[in-house]
């Protein structure tokens, strides 16, 4: 049985209850008119809308319908004004709970996508910092960066996955001293061991940190937590999207004492969020990875997240595409410095010319003729008015056909000659 059935269940159920409680109610203080329908107040429609704006348009039809055999059997004539009216009430009050629904949803959604923008750049810093100070912390003995080697990994991701699972603990290792430790990755309902430092640790959700970790929802080591547990530190790893959602596990066995605080410990958490989301997103599109090989992981996985909100909740984004002969390379740079902290800009060179794509997030037609228009103004501010004649330019919509209209579109501008 589906949630969606065991929902509908229960506001069938709760409907029913309800009618039922306020026929009792009604026989008891009014035996003639249980249902008050000549009442000045009437308790009947006022529950009937309550449950239609809480439930939606099924709960209040089901209340609705549960009046019937009271109508005809209880009342000497049915009362069809009456019913008609009520009907007429609870459609207008399950019109107006679908539409606020609906925008609630956009409005979550647009969040959901804003926020997890919004972490990957606070990832993304955090890791600068820590990469820094590897460096200033190892460049006379071992230079050694984060950063190069999370981005080393993930290339790898890509084309072999048990490598790079290897390598982040190998980074793991180098830069944070574990000794001995596991990675579980979630699959289905079940962790599963994807890598480890030495020996593999079992994973044991009984444990007293392994608990603490996620009763707590954060990371905890030995310090904050009971002295019975097997393991020196426990880091729960989230979703990027839903903070509520475990993905990881990251046992930690074995490691220095004098390494075990609080620094190096959300130091490994800050690169295994980083490598979980970047693990996510390539799993997400695997199957488009080969066939768009000329454009980054990143742009695909945010044209597939955009086209995800457009089928499900109809939230337009489009891409505008620019041709850029390759004598005026300088333009790209000068429309990658004029775009938004949200928007997403790729190229690649064909045919002696480059194509750009800008890709912007939850815009409709108009943001993207005014995003063109302010390119074009400010580009012939600084190149000359014939500046336009050289660039061409098209509006692509992100809908269930994108990834066609993409490939169709670097197939027409090989073919050109």
Partial sequence: MTKKDIAIKFVVGEAILFFIILTVVGFYF??????????????????????TLFYGLIGGLIFLIAAVPVFKFIYPGFPLSFFLWTLLLIL????FFSYWRRRIELSEEESIYFKSKLRKQTNDFILLKLSHDQLEKHYLVKPISIRTVL???????????????????????EAFFVRRGSLYIKEGDKFKLASSIGKPVELKIEDPLVKEAIEEGRTVFLSSASSRSEFLAVIPVFDISNEDEIVAFFLIKDLPFRYLNADNILSINVALIWFMAEFEKT?????????FHYLP??????????????????IDSYIVVYKIPEELEDIVQFIQNRIRGVDFLVYHKVNGYFVVY??????????????????????KRRFGNDIKDKITEK??????????????EIRELREET
């Fill in 30 to 51: 009014n035996p003639s008119d249980p249902l008050f329908i000549h009442s000045t107040v009437n308790p009947f429609v006022l529950l009937g809308l309550t449950i």
């Fill in 92 to 95: 207008i009050a399950g019109e």
């Fill in 151 to 173: 981005e080393k990994i993930k290339k790898e991701l890509i084309n072999d996955r048990e490598k790079a699972f290897i390598n982040l603990m190998n980074l793991i290792s």
């Fill in 283 to 291: 799993e997400m599109v695997r199957d488009l990875i080969n066939r």
């Fill in 297 to 314: 992981v990143d742009f695909v996985v945010e044209v597939q997240t955009v086209r995800t909100l457009e089928e499900k909740f109809g």
């Fill in 358 to 379: 800008v890709l912007l997030p939850l815009s409709s037609l108009s943001s993207a003729e005014g995003f063109s228009n302010r390119i074009s103004s400010e580009l």
């Fill in 395 to 408: 509006f692509i919509k992100v809908d269930e056909k994108i990834f066609d209209k993409l490939e169709k």
